[in-house]
């Protein structure tokens, strides 16, 4: 008998037949003789509709309120996916995230886990019970409901197997598991079996959205096991675990693309230290993310500053600039060029193999693709491009490190 | 300065637009130096979405679990009060029913409140703010959230109304306030300026949707007045308040018209003491409400026995009845007819005018509407009749007992 957590993203509940299913796979787990404790997001677009209807209301919406509306489509889903259990004759108990004991700070919108107590989870589980946790949400020391930003919900379920000692830990999506490319863009990419937290990081900094960064960086801090896998068929999925030596033996494991980028251009940035720093304290300070930066010297002793940011922080980046003009004195000029894309290779093997910035560049060359900025890290190599070319780009890369299906493995 | 409770139902908040409106209206309150407390509903259709798609999950979907998804409608409307307020300028927080401290029984679904805390409400009003309360919800003492049952925000509003001492509690809603009938059926309808309380719980039970009959009830108990008024423009409403002496000038208040309902006839009942009690009894076990009763000795001792329930309960009645045949081993033969409607007269006048039956009975005669059951209470005379002539009937009576606006005063 293991204790074992799944959970089930927006898509994989979206509506009634797909809770229905969600429910007969928990049945299985059950009729399995495992205990189950089930994590559920809110149904596919309404987390969607409320933020629009509160923006909608009021351009930032106070924090509090935000988090009573937001955790409304968890509850939903939690109390209809007990009921879809009763149905087929399971006994199954729902827990909001206060129930279940997830205690966070009081940052609303975007608290952080401070301990999970459980609540009443053993109890219930030791009765037999299904215990369905509402994702995404859990309770200040104020008693005040927060959340943890969105998709957190796989948040939830690695912190609560953490907390119960489970065995594993299922993140249960619309995809067969994590790919070396998204297979919508690139039909021929290939499921990848293994893949270390440190590549999962990078590919979903890089824009993979499968599985949420903050729930893999706490999976790899507590050393649980995550098993991505779709809800709707029975294929094994991806695991994502500890880096074993065998994982260097590619040289790159995925290509992740991010659209929706914009590149803020500062020219005439006067080369005194601390300005730069200043620069990005104020760009801190609006809670403005920053993603690759570039700086280089121009002439007599100006530098120009390149950054890329979210599109849709653009508005709010260029009002920080221009602050940040005014409190230094610089006469710099800024353009934002918003039709920008990131693209990215991942793979622990770029440490011990050579050449993988060259095979890319060259790809990306021979495809006329124009590469804007550059970032790297340890197992990550980056590149802004024009978005227009995104897809292409993708494409020729996942192409030249042989990462196709029907490909001899390199 | 007075503490006044306000009460949107949902089609009062039914869409940001109307949200809107209400914050307005919540606004110019508190502008007005009001401590203000709001009690909202979901909005409209939310409620009845939630339960089809509990009950296409389940028959008979868990309390618990109910409870646990009914209560999202209201939390939402709150969150978006709140929000649309703060776009106003106006300082407010929400409260859920557990965080405002009304604690119920456990009966989930159909709890009953046991006490009122308040929880920092005095504290939140006090400094300024309007407090926005999710009807129709509390917490038990096992900390589960519990529901009132439909409609019931009205309770809480009330229930708030008492425990905080307010100067009023207003029950804003979509029509102007209380009617001598119901406006849609009878356009000449004349709004009532001030209704006593058992006028307004018989005329409640007798089918008119205005206020929720348990908020009447609590009202009364608490002598809390009632103003219930629309949300939408600055009429007057209709008290509902104390009786007093002037309320028995007029010997009807108003005409109430229930359709939806069902007549189920036994015949053949054995005329022993207790065979009777033993019927309704186990009607009263499945939870079946029985309406108007009207039993009659036929030939050799036995009797037939007539009563009216909710259509809607028709074939869990039928059941129940079977039941209770096999139970008492009677030879009752049951016939269910369900096109039945019925209409009441109500009215404190009626204790001392005389002639009210005849006035009503003769109305119906001349309109060829053939009267099935009858039952009077002291303030109330109700009449079973077919659903095909309801509308008629509530016409002639109405117009029998000159409530039409025009009409000069009794």
């Not at 009921?83 to 919108?109: N, Y």
């Not at 649980?224 to 809800?231: D, K």
């Not at 991806?238 to 020219?267: H, I, W």
């Amino acid at each position: 008998m293991a204790l074992i957590v799944q959970k089930y993203g927006g898509t994989s509940v979206a509506d009634l037949e797909k809770i229905r299913n969600a429910a007969r796979r928990i049945k299985a787990s059950h009729d399995n003789g495992d205990q189950v404790v089930v994590v559920v997001s809110a149904r596919a677009g309404v987390t969607n509709r409320l933020i629009r209807d509160a923006k909608s209301l009021q351009a930032e919406p106070d924090g509090r309120e935000m988090d009573l509306l937001l955790t409304v489509g968890e509850q939903e889903t939690m109390a209809l996916t007990a009921m879809a259990l009763h149905a087929l004759g399971v006994s199954a108990v729902s827990r909001t995230g206060a129930q279940a004991g997830i205690f966070t700070d009081s940052a609303h919108t975007r608290a952080r886990i401070r301990k999970i107590s459980g609540g009443d989870l053993r109890e219930q589980l030791d009765q037999g019970n299904v215990v369905i946790v509402a994702g995404f949400q859990g309770i200040s020391e104020e008693g005040q409901v927060t959340t943890f930003g969105r998709n957190a919900s796989d948040l939830t379920a690695v912190a609560l197997a953490s907390a119960l000692n489970a065995e594993t830990c299922q993140i249960l999506t619309d995809v067969d598991g994590v790919f070396t490319a998204d297979p919508r863009l690139i039909p021929e990419a290939r499921k990848i079996e293994e893949i270390s937290y440190d590549e999962m990081l990078e590919l979903a900094g890089a824009g993979s959205k499968v599985v949420q960064s903050r729930a893999v960086e706490f999976a790899k801090n507590y050393g649980i096991e995550l098993v991505v896998r779709s809800s709707f068929n029975n294929n094994p999925g991806t695991v994502v675990k500890e880096e074993v030596a065998s994982m260097e033996d590619v040289a790159v494991r995925g290509v992740a693309l991010e659209k929706d980028q914009a590149k803020v251009v500062l020219s005439n940035v006067p080369d005194i230290p601390g300005t730069a720093a200043k620069l990005f304290q104020v760009l801190a300070e609006d809670e403005i993310n920053v993603d690759m930066i570039v700086q280089n010297i121009g002439r007599a002793g100006k530098a120009n500053v390149t950054f890329t940011i979210a599109v849709e922080d653009t508005y709010r980046a260029e009002r920080a600039v221009h602050r940040w003009i005014e409190e230094v004195g610089a006469k710099s000029k800024v353009s934002i060029i918003d039709q920008i894309a990131k693209v990215s290779v991942v793979g622990v093997g770029m440490r011990s193999h050579t050449g993988v910035a060259a095979t890319m560049f060259t790809a990306l060359a021979e495809a006329g693709v124009n590469i804007q900025l550059i970032s790297t890290s340890e197992i990550k190599i980056s590149v802004a491009i024009d978005l227009a070319k995104a897809e292409e780009a993708c494409r020729v890369v996942h192409s030249a490190f042989q990462l196709a299906r029907e490909a001899p493995s390199p």
